[in-house]
Each structure stands twice: as C-alpha cells, then as structure tokens.
C-alpha cells in the first residue's frame, strides 16, 4: 500500500520492492488441528500486469539473482519446472530462497539423502519481473534469523559447502545419464556389425564394460525401491548426497568431520569421473573415427 500512487496505477507492469525477510529455519513436521497459520518462510514478490498483456503468448518470469546479478532461478508461465502462476493482473509470488536443486535422473533412489538446493545466505539479492519484452527490477535483503548464534559468515561457509555438495552431485548424476545414453547407443551399434568387424565388436564390448564399472561405483545400481538401499550397500552419489541432509540442518557452519569426508568422496568421485572423461575424449572418438573409415551403414531394414 505506501508503494501505492498514481504512476503505479497508471503502468502496464509494475514490480513492488520486496521487503526484507528473515531466513529461517526448516518449517516442523506436521500441523496440529488446533493451530494457527504461520507467516510465509519465503521472499514475497507482489507484482501487477495490466490486463491488455494478459492472454495466451504473454510470457511472464521472475528472476531472482544474487548481489552481483548472477541469476539463482527464474520461475516462468511457460515453464513446468518452475512455474510461475500469474491467475490476474494483481499477483504474488513467495520464493523459498533456495538454489536450484541437484540433477536426478529417472528411477533415481537414494537412502537419508538429498537432492535439495542450498537456502540462500543473508546479503543483498535482486529480483526482476518480465512481461515480454518489459522488465522492472527490484532489491531486497535476506535477513540472519535473530535469534541464531551464528555469525553471517558461518552461514555463508554453510551456503558454500552445500552448494560444492550439490555440484558435485549433479556431475555424478549427469555422468550416469550421458553413460546409459552412451551404452544404448553402443549396444544398438553392436547390433547392427556384421561379424565381418569383429574388432569393433571387442572394442564396443570392452567399453560398454568399462562405462558400466563407473557407472556402479557412482550408483547402486541394483536399487528398484525405496527399501533396496537396505539391501545393497549405497554407492558414492548416496555417500555425498547425504552430506546435504547432515548439513543443512539449523543455521551452522559444516564442521571438520563433514569437510573431511566432503574431501574424501570428492577424491574418489573424480577417479571415476576422469576414467569416463578419457573414454570419451579417447575411446569413443577412434571408434567414431573407424566407423567412418569403413563406411559403416548404422541404418538398416531387416
């Protein structure tokens, strides 16, 4: 309402400053039948679109970016991911203050980890509405909980670990989906060799082989439910995910313990990563190559 005024009035888009919100701690487990309802835990965005613009190819995000303008997420009504509902020309829109989250795959089943993006640190943040090509953009402040012993820069060492953490899982994950991709596509070239290419047939046999030894020692892949990391012990991706669920709890920077085994996972997941680097670089590349020397036709009518 003080941001209220004829000009505000009069405009086809109109983003109102956020005002500063608290960053607090993770909302409690189930609501008590007698209980109230709390404030939002979030940043509040209240924005207006004239309603000329509105119809079906209006196209409408919030950005939201860092101090120095780096983008965080951007939520669209385009988008299925990370929609953006925009129901009439007075609208709001509540941010959790969270990064993106870490890459999963399909069929993807951890044990006590997860894949959540890390809540932003206290500071400076921006926030820019689009309306096609109009664009207005405010800042905003997120603010230490009070009532937290941390300093704000614990809360930044959290911040960064989490997100080396998520990073790191994101590899892992984009790793496994490029390797089942890669071993389908082999696996159907193998199909198509005459047995008069049997070099081939070893090479192809030999680094379907190889991919798939990374490829279970990042993940278990033997997992089909939720229960089977019960059954069969968890691979390096479920090892650092976890450290997301340790670390993100209360306001607190990561402790020696959690930096040490961050460390210790991150060497022995960069191992299997180099290996799948090299077999692309290398590998893949000379079977491509030789492909192409014998002029061999992948398409084929049985």
């Not at 937290?148 to 060492?157: A, R, V």
């Not at 669920?245 to 460390?263: H, I, L």
């Not at 180099?274 to 491509?288: F, G, Y």
């Amino acid at each position: 309402l003080h941001q209220l005024n004829d000009q505000v009035n009069k405009a086809s888009i109109k983003l109102f400053k956020p005002i500063d919100s608290y960053r607090m701690g993770r909302a409690s487990r189930g609501t008590p039948r007698n209980a109230g309802k709390n404030h939002h835990n979030g940043v509040e965005v209240f924005f207006n679109v004239d309603e000329s613009l509105l119809n079906e190819n209006t196209t409408i995000s919030l950005q939201f970016l860092d101090e120095e303008k780096n983008l965080i997420k951007e939520f669209n009504n385009k988008s299925d991911e990370n929609k953006l509902e925009v129901n009439d020309e007075k609208n709001s829109f509540i941010w959790n203050m969270r990064y993106d989250d870490a890459k999963g795959f399909d069929g993807l089943i951890m044990w006590a980890a997860s894949l959540r993006g890390p809540i932003a640190s206290p500071g400076k943040y921006h926030v820019k509405l689009t309306v096609n090509d109009k664009s207005e953009e405010q800042s905003f402040n997120i603010l230490k909980d009070p009532r937290s012993n941390s300093t704000e820069g614990d809360l930044d060492e959290q911040f960064n670990f989490l997100l080396s953490v998520r990073d790191k899982v994101s590899d892992i994950h984009q790793t496994i989906i490029d390797i089942r991709l890669i071993r389908s596509q082999l696996n159907d070239l193998k199909s198509k060799i005459s047995e008069e290419y049997p070099d081939m047939q070893t090479r192809i046999n030999d680094i379907i082989s190889r991919v798939t030894l990374v490829e279970e020692k990042l993940y278990q892949t033997k997992n089909r439910s939720g229960q089977d990391p019960l059954n069969f012990p968890i691979r390096l991706n479920n090892k650092l995910a976890h450290l997301t669920s340790v670390a993100s709890v209360g306001n607190f920077k990561p402790t020696d313990q959690m930096y040490n085994v961050r460390d210790e996972l991150i060497g022995l997941i960069d191992v299997e990563l180099k290996i799948w680097q090299d077999i692309k670089e290398n590998d893949l590349v000379k079977l491509n190559s030789t492909i192409l020397e014998n002029n061999i036709q992948l398409i084929s009518i049985n």
